[in-house]
C-alpha cells in the first residue's frame, strides 16, 4: 500500500507524541489523533489531523494504531477498555504501543490481540523531545518479524536506529536496559558539573572538552548545557523518568539481578520529586547537588 492509503490513528500528543504525530503528517500520512485534552492535539489538528472523539472511533477508522501515552495503567486502559483499541479495532490493524511500559504487558496485548487476527508490536523510543523533533529516535522494537517488516516504514519517519529485538515485551526490555544506563549516568553528569564548579572551572568549558571523550553521552553533551543554562523544562518529566525506572528496578529484582546505580538514581530522583520537581525534565537533577 502506499503511504497516502495507510490511516494512523495516534493516541497521546504529549511532549513526545507530539512531534512524532506532526513527522508522520510531514512524511505524507492521512493521521487520526485523540488525546485527553483536545486543546493540546490543536497544533496538530491545524497542520492536518483528523480529530477523533474517542478511542474507539480512532480503533474503528485507523489501519495502523500508535500509542504513547503515560503509564502502565494507561496502557491497560487504552488497549483492554470497553471503548478500547482491541475491542474496536478491525482484524488486520497494527497496533504498536510506543509507551515505555511492563514487557508483561507487552506479552498480555499481543496474546490477546492475535486472539482478534490485530498484529500488535511494542516500540518504546528513546531521545526525548530532540530526537522526537528531528525524526532521529531509537526505536527498539518486540513482536511479529513479518509485522515489524510491515510497519518498518512508518518507523523510519520517526526514528533512525530502529531494530527489532525479539517477540513481545522485548522492546520493552531493551528500553528499561536504556533507562538503566541513562539513571547512573545522569547522576555522574550532575557529580561532573558540580565537580568543576567546585575546582574553579568553567563548567561549560569543561563541557566542551570531555563531551567528545571516553565520558561522552547523550545526557552530558544534550542535558549538561541545559543543567548549566537553568533550563529545566520538560524533554522527557521526572514522574515518567521515575516510573520507568520504578519498573526497570522491579523487573531486575524478578530475575534476581542486583542494580544499585539505578536503586541510587531512582532515590534521587524521587527525593527531586518529593521537592517538587516532578513535571521538571530529567536534568533537574543537578538542583539536588547545588543545594
Known amino acids: 500500500m502506499q503511504k497516502n492509503d495507510i490511516v494512523i490513528g495516534f493516541i497521546g500528543t504529549g511532549v513526545m507524541g507530539k512531534s512524532m504525530a506532526g ?14 485534552t483536545k486543546e493540546k492535539a490543536q497544533e496538530l489538528i491545524d497542520q492536518g489531523a483528523v480529530w477523533k472523539e474517542s478511542i474507539a472511533e480512532i480503533a474503528r477508522d485507523s489501519d495502523v494504531i500508535i500509542t504513547m501515552v503515560g503509564y502502565p495503567k494507561d496502557v491497560e486502559d487504552v488497549y483492554f ?21 511492563k514487557p508483561a504487558l507487552a506479552k498480555e ?55 527489532l529485538q525479539g517477540e513481545a515485551g522485548a522492546g520493552q526490555h531493551t528500553k528499561l536496559a536504556n533507562q538503566i544506563t541513562i539513571a547512573s549516568n545522569m547522576v555522574g553528569v550532575c557529580e561532573a558539573i558540580s565537580y568543576a564548579k567546585k575546582a574553579g572551572l568553567s563548567p561549560g568549558r569543561v563541557l566542551d572538552s570531555i563531551t567528545t571523550g571516553a565520558a561522552g553521552s547523550f545526557s552530558l553533551s544534550k542535558l549538561g548545557p541545559r543543567m548549566l543554562k537553568g533550563d529545566y523544562a520538560p524533554g522527557f518529566y521526572v514522574k515518567h523518568f521515575i516510573k520507568d525506572m520504578t519498573i526497570a528496578l522491579e523487573s531486575a529484582q524478578e530475575m534476581g539481578l542486583s542494580t544499585p546505580g539505578l536503586s541510587l538514581s531512582l532515590d534521587l530522583y524521587r527525593e527531586l520529586a518529593e521537592q517538587g520537581g516532578s513535571d521538571s525534565g530529567t536534568q533537574a537533577l543537578i538542583k539536588l547537588f547545588e543545594q
Open 81 to 101: 477498555g470497553d471503548n478500547g483499541i482491541l475491542a474496536h479495532a478491525l482484524p488486520g490493524t497494527y497496533t504498536i504501543d510506543m509507551t515505555t511500559s
Open 109 to 163: 496485548i499481543f496474546d490477546k490481540a492475535r486472539k482478534r487476527e490485530i498484529e500488535a508490536l511494542d516500540a518504546p523510543v528513546s531521545g526525548g523531545d530532540i530526537g522526537a523533533k528531528n525524526g532521529g529516535l531509537a526505536i527498539m522494537a518486540g513482536g511479529n518479524e513479518e509485522a515489524y517488516r510491515k510497519v518498518l516504514p512508518i518507523f523510519e519517519v520517526m526514528g533512525e536506529n530502529i531494530i
Open 23 to 36: 513527522n508522520l503528517l510531514k512524511a505524507g500520512y492521512p493521521l487520526h489523533i485523540f488525546t485527553r
